[in-house]
């Protein structure tokens, strides 16, 4: 029983969630229809500008294929790591728009989540932030994935660079740095679930850019003369492995010399809440080292079942925390049906809240916590804290954790999309311990359309909730790429009350 998303691609960008109703796009996702062998999804968006081939690549994919800072409204959700990077001078007009757009973009949300500020929220991880602490931690690094990644053929990111050619990047905390072989599938992977360094490396430096550093070192470090993503792609057109690894020995001067002057803490210690993308990057990271590595054990699933996999996007997930439901840090989230855990993480790391999920399969929960081990060394690695996670195996109709912690649930999600009838009407029956006032987020109605409390049905699970049907729009669920309806509901016990006294 599984519902959440599987990671896109992320941008490049510096770009800030905003759930619009034309459109509702992610960057960091797996696509979980093609993983699941679900029939074509027509694109209907813009698609990325073509790559001119000189005559001596033909035969092998372009180093430099295109990640630029995606416009929602006219871009299809890439996974983790289909195109490369590419800032061709042709470029530079169109990114100067999309920049002036997301900037935009990320004041109106800054300005949304200040008006309802979580200030209980604390953002910074203060161990990975010690300078006492060597920041040595198992995880998986970048280096790691051409050897793990048994379905996939490597090649050097570039021309003329000598295989297993090493880099090693410095993220804000004072954790230990990240290693990359600078490698690129030689030819895409059918599920699209490509890893390619280069691709990543620009990744993490826009994101640090945009929500780590103070404007002063924003400019500087992001200028088109000298700013590092600029000088690393002109490093990787000259097919220049010196200049690259100077570009990127220089960052990590840099950014050291920044974090060790207490300027990125600074930054950190005023935020409450963390933007949405950089959420979505991190999940991304850990996703392509744990879940796409295993990805095809998500095939086995049984069609008329309650076992159907299927995913929740992450805006579509930002939408229902922040607007819908209002989650806080100091509450609870419970995923009935979590996957591989992903709204699990998301909500966890978005929000900072105590976030539960349980699930049946027992690949899915294989990889779940395989991943949940790397999103945790990924958060570390970030200098971020996240609220504590809890992933339960086995029905979540039985599981004696998910039973306890239930009534304390201030949000509840659940996938029943593809759950049977029956299984449907025993969920609504669990929703009797749930607290008043929490909040249930479903894809189908638990309530019959048209029903109404009588005498007859007095004691009905479904007259404790209060139904609102919404609307999700294109690209939010992993199923389709049309926009369909969701309900959110909330407990309330005073209508039986208030009938029952009606009528004494």
């Given at each position: 029983m599984s519902f959440n998303y599987l990671l896109k691609k992320s941008s490049a960008s510096t770009q800030s969630l905003q759930i619009r109703k034309e459109v509702v796009t992610t960057k960091t996702t797996i696509r979980t229809a093609s993983l699941l062998n679900a029939a074509p999804r027509s694109n209907g968006l813009q698609p990325s500008?073509?790559?001119?081939?000189?005559?001596?690549?033909?035969?092998?994919?372009?180093?430099?294929?295109?990640?630029?800072?995606?416009?929602?409204?006219?871009?299809?959700?890439?996974?983790?790591?289909?195109?490369?990077?590419?800032?061709?001078?042709?470029?530079?007009?169109?990114?100067?728009?999309?920049?002036?757009?997301?900037?935009?973009?990320?004041?109106?949300?800054?300005?949304?989540?200040?008006?309802?500020?979580?200030?209980?929220?604390?953002?910074?991880?203060?161990?990975?932030?010690?300078?006492?602490?060597?920041?040595?931690?198992?995880?998986?690094?970048?280096?790691?994935?051409?050897?793990?990644?048994?379905?996939?053929?490597?090649?050097?990111?570039?021309?003329?660079?000598?295989?297993?050619?090493?880099?090693?990047?410095?993220?804000?905390?004072?954790?230990?740095?990240?290693?990359?072989?600078?490698?690129?599938?030689?030819?895409?992977?059918?599920?699209?679930?490509?890893?390619?360094?280069?691709?990543?490396?620009?990744?993490?430096?826009?994101?640090?850019?945009?929500?780590?550093?103070?404007?002063?070192?924003?400019?500087?470090?992001?200028?088109?003369?000298?700013?590092?993503?600029?000088r690393l792609h002109r490093a990787i057109s000259r097919k220049s492995e010196h200049e690259l690894k100077t570009v990127i020995e220089d960052w990590n001067d840099a950014l050291s010399k920044l974090r060790s002057e207490g300027v990125i803490s600074k930054i950190l210690d005023e935020y409450h809440s963390i933007q949405p993308d950089l959420v979505e990057r991190i999940l991304s990271q850990a996703c392509a080292r744990t879940v796409s590595l295993g990805v095809k054990s998500l095939r086995e699933y049984e069609n008329g079942t309650d076992n159907v996999y299927g995913e929740l996007l992450p805006r579509f997930v930002s939408r229902i925390l922040r607007e819908d439901t209002h989650l806080k840090s100091d509450q609870t989230f419970v995923d009935l049906g979590s996957g591989v855990g992903n709204v699990v993480l998301q909500a966890a790391l978005e929000i900072g809240c105590e976030s539960w999920g349980c699930e049946m399969m027992k690949n899915t929960c294989d990889l779940a916590e395989q991943q949940q081990t790397e999103f945790e060394?990924?958060?570390?690695?970030?200098?971020?804290?996240?609220?504590?996670?809890?992933?339960?195996?086995?029905?979540?109709?039985?599981?004696?954790?998910?039973?306890?912690?239930?009534?304390?649930?201030?949000?509840?999600?659940?996938?029943?999309?593809?759950?049977?009838?029956?299984?449907?009407?025993?969920?609504?029956?669990?929703?009797?311990?749930?607290?008043?006032?929490?909040?249930?987020?479903?894809?189908?109605?638990?309530?019959?359309?048209?029903?109404?409390?009588?005498?007859?049905?007095l004691y009905s699970p479904f007259n404790i909730l209060e139904v609102e049907q919404k609307e999700y729009f294109s690209e939010c669920v992993s199923w389709t790429a049309a926009p369909g309806t969701y309900y959110v509901s909330r407990k309330d016990s005073r209508k039986i009350k208030a009938f029952a006294a009606r009528n004494e």
């Open positions: 500008r073509k790559q001119t081939k000189r005559p001596q690549d033909k035969g092998r994919r372009s180093p430099l294929h295109t990640v630029k800072k995606e416009n929602e409204a006219t871009r299809k959700r890439r996974t983790p790591s289909q195109g490369l990077v590419n800032f061709s001078s042709d470029d530079s007009e169109v990114e100067e728009e999309e920049e002036e757009e997301e900037e935009g973009s990320r004041k109106k949300l800054k300005a949304e989540l200040d008006q309802d500020p979580d200030l209980k929220r604390q953002v910074r991880n203060k161990t990975a932030f010690s300078e006492d602490d060597e920041g040595i931690f198992p995880m998986v690094h970048a280096a790691d994935i051409p050897s793990l990644d048994k379905t996939t053929k490597y090649v050097p990111s570039f021309e003329g660079l000598p295989e297993n050619t090493e880099v090693s990047l410095q993220y804000p905390s004072a954790s230990q740095r990240e290693r990359y072989l600078l490698m690129q599938p030689r030819t895409k992977r059918s599920d699209n679930n490509d890893f390619n360094a280069l691709e990543d490396i620009v990744h993490v430096m826009h994101q640090v850019i945009a929500h780590y550093l103070p404007l002063s070192q924003r400019e500087l470090f992001d200028n088109d003369a000298t700013g590092y993503p600029k060394a990924r958060c570390r690695l970030w200098g971020l804290v996240a609220g504590d996670i809890h992933l339960e195996r086995g029905d979540f109709l039985s599981n004696t954790a998910i039973a306890k912690i239930l009534p304390k649930a201030d949000v509840v999600l659940v996938n029943n999309q593809a759950f049977t009838p029956q299984l449907n009407e025993r969920l609504t029956s669990l929703f009797l311990d749930l607290k008043e006032g929490c909040r249930i987020v479903s894809l189908k109605s638990f309530v019959p359309a048209g029903h109404k409390i009588s005498a007859r049905n």
